[in-house]
């Protein structure tokens, strides 16, 4: 496949290899009777603790089948500096940054293309991870995925570009841990920081839907499924 040209306000990262993405049945995410007991975060946040841990291996699979088609690159922010986390997107819509600002887009500016369909494992992690933190019959249209390497890290910010804030952000690791910082939406509290492994899902909403987050410069290391990174996918209701 001939990768994109390199479009302004991009830098490219190299793309994962293609491979093939497990069936998907109804009782994906079954909650088993090991799993460790959901955290509270805030009001309207909570950690599922190893939510996905069982079924990263399909999640890494149809990960790798979406970078395929949409390659990872690191944005630039409006201000013009370089994310140190490298991005790429799945489902109806995009989230992208440059110096015009963050908006949605349908399109991959890197290809002029629709962003790749979103996973079924994908859309059914969303859907149950949300019910089992108190929102149910979420849809997320649109996926955000993050690549964090040794170093990366994403300064406190509050995730207001969608149209319908009444809709919960799921946030899942796979990877390496990553120390993830919460607070309020307010900035009036100091930031919650917690440890996020490997599996690990975290939903907000409500009080909590304008919270400031952040993650703070990821740990050299490397993990069996994922190598020297991790991945935060981060599934929202865009338009």
């Known amino acids: 496949m001939k990768p994109p040209a390199r479009q302004r306000g991009y830098a490219e990262d190299p793309s994962l290899a293609a491979t093939s993405v497990p069936m998907i049945t109804a009782d994906l995410f079954r909650d088993p009777s090991d799993r460790p007991a959901p955290i509270r975060l805030g009001d309207g946040a909570t950690l599922l603790?190893?939510?996905?841990?069982?079924?990263?291996?399909?999640?890494?699979?149809?990960?790798?089948?979406?970078?395929?088609?949409?390659?990872?690159?690191?944005?630039?922010?409006?201000?013009?500096h370089v994310m140190t986390v490298a991005t790429s997107c799945c489902g109806d819509r995009g989230w992208t940054s440059d110096a015009d600002g963050y908006r949605?887009?349908?399109?991959?500016?890197?290809?002029?293309?629709?962003?790749?369909?979103?996973?079924?494992?994908?859309?059914?992690?969303?859907?149950?991870?949300a019910a089992a933190a108190g929102y149910p019959a979420f849809a997320a249209d649109t996926c955000l995925i993050n690549?964090?390497?040794?170093?990366?890290?994403?300064?406190?910010?509050?995730?207001?570009?969608?149209?319908?804030?009444?809709?919960?952000?799921?946030?899942?690791?796979?990877?390496?841990?990553?120390r993830f910082q919460f607070g309020d939406p307010h900035?009036?509290?100091?930031?919650?920081?917690?440890?996020?492994?490997?599996?690990?899902?975290?939903?907000?909403?409500?009080?909590?839907?304008l919270a400031?987050?952040?993650?703070?410069?990821?740990?050299?290391?490397?993990?069996?499924?994922?190598?020297d990174c991790r991945y935060n996918l981060s599934f929202r209701r865009a338009g």
């Open 49 to 80: 603790p190893g939510f996905a841990r069982d079924r990263a291996t399909a999640l890494l699979a149809a990960l790798e089948e979406v970078l395929r088609q949409a390659p990872l690159r690191r944005m630039r922010t409006p201000g013009g």
């Open 104 to 129: 949605y887009s349908a399109l991959d500016p890197a290809s002029g293309r629709p962003w790749p369909p979103m996973p079924e494992v994908f859309a059914a992690l969303a859907t149950a991870a």
């Open 147 to 178: 690549r964090y390497g040794d170093g990366a890290k994403l300064s406190p910010h509050q995730d207001r570009d969608e149209r319908d804030l009444s809709h919960p952000i799921v946030s899942l690791s796979l990877g390496l841990p990553a």
């Open 187 to 209: 900035r009036r509290e100091r930031l919650l920081r917690t440890t996020l492994e490997h599996g690990d899902v975290v939903v907000w909403g409500g009080a909590s839907r």
């Open 212 to 227: 400031y987050h952040g993650v703070l410069p990821l740990a050299a290391g490397r993990h069996p499924m994922t190598g």
